[in-house]
T-cell receptor
Framework: NAGVMQNPRHLVRRRGQEARLRCSPM?????VYWYRQLPEEGLKFMVY????????ESGMPKERFSAEFPKEGPSILRIQQVVRGDSAAYFC???????????????FGEGSRLTVL | KQEVTQIPAALSVPEGENLVLNCSFT??????LQWFRQDPGKGLTSLLL?????REQTSGRLNASLDKSSGRSTLYIAASQPGDSATYLC???????????FGTGTSLTVIP
């Protein structure tokens, strides 16, 4: 059973370009979380998605960031018009159960490291 | 809002020593608490998951305990090895809401 797959592992973009990060959850998992980790800081929640639904995007910046988890294919975190402050490691995690009262175990991918020049 | 704190931020021990990592959380209304390990430049590897109805979990040389009333969890590592060197993170999952709240981690170095 393959783990959570993220690509690309490393991405370099110039200011103003777009970054697209992809995440395929573990087989059988329909719940995806995106977290951001800045250097020397902890993991910060961004968004929680189920298939075709955004459940909680309270951690997403209001502008330039969007996420989707289509019926077919991986979850995508999209950052438009990147700025240097977007440089970070972006981690995807999947869970087999609902969060909240039926929270399950989280499984993480290896992350996508975005560098904005 | 749940806040998770891990102390110490960094720890260095000689090989073979037993050690304890601490995790505290402000809201005791949690459902699960999960411990992870993160190696430099890598993702997070799940170590132990403690559900709210449990008080501890064990896996090999690792033992994690949970005391919801005091808002604390500890990760005990027995007979530490250089390969245990990594950053250890705890995450609290609240009864309501959708986030897993992470501490900033304890960076462990085991000296051969």
């Amino acid at each position: 059973n393959a783990g959570v797959m993220q690509n690309p592992r490393h991405l370099v973009r110039r200011r103003g370009q777009e970054a697209r990060l992809r995440c395929s959850p573990m087989k059988g998992h329909s719940h995806v979380y995106w977290y951001r980790q800045l250097p020397e800081e902890g993991l910060k929640f961004m968004v929680y998605l189920q298939k075709e639904n955004i459940i909680d995007e309270s951690g997403m910046p209001k502008e330039r960031f969007s996420a989707e988890f289509p019926k077919e294919g991986p979850s995508i975190l999209r950052i438009q018009q990147v700025v240097r402050g977007d440089s970070a490691a972006y981690f995807c995690a999947s869970s087999p159960l609902l969060a909240g009262a039926l929270a399950g175990e989280l499984f993480f991918g290896e992350g996508s490291r975005l560098t904005v020049l | 809002k749940q806040e998770v704190t891990q102390i110490p931020a960094a720890l260095s021990v000689p090989e073979g020593e037993n050690l304890v990592l601490n995790c505290s959380f402000t809201d005791s209304a949690i459902y699960n608490l999960q411990w992870f390990r993160q190696d430099p430049g890598k993702g997070l590897t799940s170590l132990l998951l403690i559900q709210s109805s449990q008080r501890e979990q064990t896996s090999g040389r690792l033992n994690a305990s949970l005391d919801k009333s005091s808002g604390r969890s500890t990760l005990y590592i027995a007979a530490s090895q250089p390969g245990d060197s990594a950053t250890y993170l705890c995450a609290a999952i609240p009864n309501t809401g959708n986030q897993f709240y992470f501490g900033t981690g304890t960076s462990l170095t085991v000296i051969p």
